[in-house]
């Protein structure tokens, strides 16, 4: 394992702790989380049409295994393709585009014109506005930026690497798509690209319009 959830993510704090203790990051964007969510739906009872618990706008389309908690809110032209699970008090907001393989931990927030796709955003985790969260984990209390891209795919459509954090030099993925890694409370400001493979930890910042690669490990980005 190149990277623990746990550095990430305090994992124990979650609502579904057991399920993500001692879980490889890179696994679960790498088809793990498609495992995960199969078994947490079906522990639900959500068959092959959705379960609606919370509430979701007559002009919303929701399909497939998808389960909406109590509290939850889908928005008007949101549109929602299982698997998936939204958590109590999360949001998919106007307009917003889940692509299939998503998790919305409580009180998360996949905002207007989002896109997301093989994701997980971890309780209090936010991405309010425009944003693109493809093949990504978001912690515990993120915050996206209006307009922030985590890019999934290099140019040369080739393997991801990444930078082990207090490692030397770069180590392979395993996959050819990876997203971002953010750590709890890291934030992005508005019009961030992050690059495959970038990894933020714990309280760490990408201030706007700036392009970031690799592992930030303490501070911002650029540093200021």
Known sequence: MLISLETLVDVDSLHHAERFAGSDPLRLVGGGLATLLTSLLEDLGVGEEPRIEGSV??????EGRVYV??????????????PAYIGRGAEVRHGAFVRGGLY???????????????ALLFDGA????????????LGRDTNLGAGTKLANL????????????DGAGSSPSGLRKL?????????????AVLSPGAILLPGTAVLPCAHFSGTLTRGRFPSS
């Open 69 to 82: 908690a109590q509290g939850a809110e889908i928005g008007p032209t949101a549109y929602v393709q299982g």
């Open 154 to 165: 290099k140019l040369k459509k080739d393997e991801v690497a990444i930078r082990v954090p």
């Open 104 to 118: 919305l931990g409580e009180g998360a927030v996949c905002g207007h014109a989002t896109e997301a796709k093989n």
């Open 57 to 62: 706008s007559p002009h919303a389309i929701v």
């Open 126 to 137: 936010k991405a309010g506005h425009f944003a693109y969260i493809g093949d990504s984990i």
């Open 179 to 191: 997203g971002a890694l953010l750590g709890d409370g890291a934030q992005t400001g508005c019009n």
